[in-house]
């Protein structure tokens, strides 16, 4: 991930448009059923695991679909404190999104929680597409983790 952004091809956290970045990297399972995996980065530089699987309908020109994009959650609008932005964004959600190329989605943190958007460009399918995320923050791009020391050791 910091190798992405400074590269220019992720914005860094805080020159984000919207709360967090997102991408996933999907493939259809078996008829309509679907499986993802991915990660989220939000402003403050929290880093989250996410897998989801979704049931779709639509065309899918290919096996494997690939998606990038931004989210916005209205309730983190004026929050600045690191904390809030995990709470909000981590854990279960449920959502619906369209996708013509261009994928738009709306979600919510089941039970209850904020609800949430998402614009993503996503090749190659359109269609519309109900799924459950499971979303875990696993560290900050500004913290030091073991796979930093590990990295270190090899560029000896």
Known sequence: MKKMIGMGIA?????????YCVATVGANVFGNVSAGVGV???RKGNIYDLGEVGVG???SFGKVQVSAGEGNIPELKNCID???YISTINGTSIGIDQSNGIQVGISGTW???????EVKVSLPSIGVNGSIRKVECIGNLYGKTEYDDVL????K
């Open 57 to 59: 309908r639509g065309v």
């Open 82 to 84: 690191t904390e809030d």
């Open 40 to 42: 989220i980065y939000d």
């Open 152 to 155: 270190s050791q090899w560029e």
């Open 111 to 117: 039970p209850e929680g904020p609800e949430g958007g």
């Open 11 to 19: 914005p860094k956290p805080e020159e984000m448009t919207g709360d």
